[in-house]
């Protein structure tokens, strides 16, 4: 009977043995099974990602590697150590938190995140975000900046005194730039202040019409025939509006003794510190520049004359982006009303430098973009009248909403 007990004893041990054994080969198997599953779902949604976005893979991976957080760690360790596992509502690989992070890869976005939105980057170039359409429309095309392909395209040919100017109502002082603007009375606004401020980040930029024998968009600079022109037909006309303008013409390779085209926005900035300095009482600011798209890309047809398109460009790593999309909204929304057609749209863009576009300098500010490389400067004027009517009635309505009594109601806002 001992005897007996003893086999009977011996095979329980074996039996328990065995089906430990067996659970953790069964464990050890769908471990490795789902491992496999995994990588090979990354690699699918990958593949998709790029067919349907034509974002390199790499960049979600880098994306997402780099928003890993500690707690991440945590959890995984906790899926050995149980009492790491402190809250289970927040767990990482909930089936909430895995379906957020199959939807990051795939799109890119983090649902926890709403800055993805709008900073979401390619590998070596950056990709814009379309934040508003005209009219509600589909935006098929972004915006495209290409830097230069030689440091050899800047001409440090000077255009004068390289400082900023007051823009003159209808050039009386000064030249009248493309057609002749319409003969009107200055309407009371900014009491004589000079309260908008126009420059040029990359004052060179130009287009092929203005460049005979240059056919080659990607060489479309000059020191003379540039954005610096649109830049300074803006500021006239809001004068003739009755906003008081001043006007940046510096020339950036010519006054900038190492001058290098990637710190064109921290040359800017400085320039608009010195504005500031000068003309204590601006508010807004406008950095105009041109799309390197071509023709069809850029050019409108409204009331049977050509008009150089526009883009609205968003800093999106500005922590304050959303009050520089207000303003922007605000313009684009009257220039929508008033021509149909000529604006599309407001998008974000995160690359090139820091991505803030120096918008953190003011909450009235933003990036412009007027024409394409094929438009020619008329049809850029023609633009930035329109452009210049929508945003002084977006400044005189600021302007009257600042002037409405506050607080004790005397009259003054309240500091």
């Known amino acids: 009977m001992m005897k007996w007990s003893a086999v009977t004893a011996s095979w329980s041990r074996y039996k328990k043995t065995g089906q430990a054994i067996g659970v ?61 596992q402190a809250d289970r509502q927040s767990f990482t690989f909930s089936q909430s938190n895995i379906s957020g992070f199959l939807f990051s890869l795939v799109t890119d976005i983090n649902p926890d995140d709403p800055k993805t939105l709008i900073a979401r980057e390619m590998p070596g170039m950056d990709r814009p975000v379309v934040l508003s359409t005209p009219q509600g429309g589909l935006v098929v095309d972004s915006p495209e900046d290409y830097g230069p392909t030689s440091p050899d395209l800047f001409k440090g040919e000077n255009l004068g005194e390289a400082g900023s100017i007051t823009a003159n109502p209808g050039g009386e002082e000064g030249p009248v730039l493309g ?83 990637y710190y064109s926005y921290k040359y800017s900035f400085k320039t608009l510190q010195e504005a500031m300095a000068g003309h204590p009482d601006l508010d807004f600011y406008f950095d105009i520049h041109r799309d390197s798209q071509r023709r069809d890309k850029t050019t409108a047809r409204i009331g049977g004359k050509d008009y150089a398109q526009i883009y609205f460009i968003i800093g999106g790593k500005n922590p304050k982006w959303k009050e520089n999309y207000a303003f922007a909204e605000r313009i684009d929304k009257v220039l929508e009303e008033k021509y149909p057609g000529l604006s599309k749209g407001i998008h974000a863009k995160s690359g090139e430098g820091n991505g803030v576009y120096n918008q953190n300098f003011s909450p009235n500010s933003v990036l412009i973009e007027v024409g394409g490389v094929d438009n020619s400067l008329e049809e850029c004027y023609r633009t930035v009248d329109a452009l210049a009517d929508a945003i002084s009635e977006v400044i005189l309505n600021a302007q009257k909403v600042d002037a409405k009594p506050q607080g004790g109601g005397d009259g003054k806002k309240q500091g």
């Open 24 to 84: 953790y080969t069964r464990t050890l198997t769908i471990l490795m099974t789902g491992s496999v599953v995994f990588f090979l779902g990354l690699g699918v949604l990958g593949y998709m990602q790029s067919k349907l976005t034509g974002t390199a893979p790499s960049s979600s991976m880098k994306g997402l590697a780099a928003s890993v957080s500690s707690r991440f760690f945590m959890d995984m360790m906790g899926m050995e150590v149980p009492h790491l």
């Open 179 to 261: 057609p002749a603007l319409p003969a009107q009375a200055k309407p009371p606004s900014s009491a004589g202040k000079n309260v908008a401020f126009i420059y040029q980040s990359h004052n060179q930029e130009s287009y092929l019409p203005e460049l005979p024998g240059t056919k080659d968009p990607d060489k479309a600079y000059d020191p003379k025939k540039n954005v610096t022109l649109v830049g300074l037909r803006l500021a006239q006309k809001l004068e003739k509006e009755g906003i008081g303008a001043v006007h940046s013409d510096k020339n950036y390779p010519a006054i900038e003794k190492t001058f290098n085209y």
